[in-house]
Nanobody, 123 residues
Framework: QVQLVESGGGMVQAGDSLRLSCAASGGTFRRYGMGWFRQAPGKEREFVAG????????VYADSVKGRFTISRDNAKNTVYLQMNSLKPEDTAVYYC????????????????WGQGTQVTVSS
């Protein structure tokens, strides 16, 4: 069973950048597809990005494509989300998640979740 801990959130202005990290422990990290999701107040949790076990395949939500980059370092058991050109609509709690079967947009495919980290973007 893998445990996930996110970090790197904060308050920034529109146009700024942030890098989120998600450290994994308690499992064989390279065997998990990883995803980033976010949830804004009053909204459902939505998919942001996913990355395959090796890091060779990535997928993004249209709303972040070209601005966000997901990556992983299997030697450090960590997945990252580099967020550039942030917008106020990116404000949300960001969660990382681990899947033994995929790295796609469906939350039901992920069996392990972190506690989340808040990202707030002001205009």
């Amino acid at each position: 069973q893998v445990q996930l801990v996110e970090s790197g959130g904060g308050m920034v202005q529109a146009g700024d950048s942030l890098r989120l990290s998600c450290a994994a422990s308690g499992g064989t990290f390279r065997r998990y597809g990883m995803g980033w999701f976010r949830q804004a107040p009053g909204k459902e949790r939505e998919f942001v990005a996913g990355i395959s076990w090796s890091g060779g395949s990535t997928v993004y939500a249209d709303s972040v494509k070209g601005r966000f980059t997901i990556s992983r370092d299997n030697a450090k058991n960590t997945v990252y989300l580099q967020m550039n050109s942030l917008k106020p609509e990116d404000t949300a709690v960001y969660y990382c998640a681990a899947s033994t079967s995929n790295w796609g947009p469906r939350p039901s495919e992920y069996g392990y979740w972190g506690q989340g980290t808040q990202v707030t973007v002001s205009s």
